[in-house]
């Protein structure tokens, strides 16, 4: 069996375990549930968790078990599945629990298989809108049709995106140097968590600029824009599958000139 085996075996993988998360989370989409905080997060008091979240995570977990008996799971709502492979699944059952339990169907599933160098198969799938995307190095599918970003070399051509520009970076500083890029775009639209980097593989939007991620968050993300043409860094342009400070790009000039300006210093103005 070649590389080529492999993965597709993951990606048809990728499609049960969306059916049996979507199977759990629209249950209780739109209801009204119990919300708990989890402590603080970045600039706010309030990280919040639901039954929904950890039941879907329960129902990919037993999948995963079933059929990688071997592979490690890393999960957001659960303890970390070590059993020494290096392989690990990595999942974020409902990315998106503000717009979740706001009623607003922009949170996702994220699923993604890190090798232990890099997430090389990410799934995102929004059930809801009947959403499913998963990418590769190789490529990237819309419900079964390949996509790609959109050309954009230029940041006054662009348009850019955040989760929350005023709790969700850690401080004055990162908020600055997001609107430094952000005052130069041609439009801002905010508030999709991770559906804006499915929009930037989809080509309508340019440039995902966000801080304090984990693993589980952007992971996923990774393999479904670079399958689609583009690029996705920390703000120095170094990889980001820990977390942290993160910047999504559909053109990689574009994202020379984005790593720029957020790197600019007092001196240089």
Not at 133 to 157: L, Q, V
Request: negative net charge.
């Amino acid at each position: 069996m070649n590389d080529q085996d492999d993965l597709k075996i993951y990606t048809d993988f990728m499609h049960e375990l969306a059916n049996a998360a979507a199977a759990v989370s629209l249950k209780y989409f739109k209801k009204h549930i119990d919300v708990e905080s989890k402590g603080s997060k970045l600039g706010t008091s309030f990280d919040p968790v639901t039954i929904a979240d950890q039941n879907t995570e329960k129902a990919i977990r037993e999948l995963i078990r079933l059929r990688f008996p071997n592979h490690n799971i890393r999960g957001e709502e659960q303890a970390e599945e070590q059993k020494g492979s290096n392989f690990t699944w990595v999942i974020d059952p409902i990315d998106g629990t503000r717009a979740y339990i706001t009623g607003i169907p922009t949170w996702a599933t994220l699923v993604s298989l890190h090798d232990g160098h890099k997430p090389i198969v990410g799934l995102l799938d929004q059930p809801y809108l009947k959403e499913r995307y998963i990418g590769t190095a190789n490529a990237t599918f819309f419900n079964g049709t390949k996509i790609s970003a959109r050309p954009c070399d230029d940041i006054f051509k662009a348009t850019i995106s955040t989760t929350d520009p005023l709790q969700l970076f850690n401080g004055p500083v990162e908020q600055d140097a997001f609107f430094r890029v952000a005052s130069r775009a041609k439009m801002m639209r905010n508030g999709y968590d991770s559906y804006a980097y499915a929009m930037i593989a989809a080509g309508f939007i340019d440039i995902v600029i966000e801080s304090g991620l984990e693993p589980h968050d952007i992971q996923a993300l990774i393999p479904i824009i670079e399958g689609a043409g583009g690029i996705v860094t920390n703000w120095q342009g170094e990889p980001c599958d820990k977390g942290g400070q993160v910047l999504a790009c559909g053109d990689k000039r574009l994202h020379e000139q984005v790593v720029k300006l957020l790197n600019i210093t007092t001196s240089d103005l």
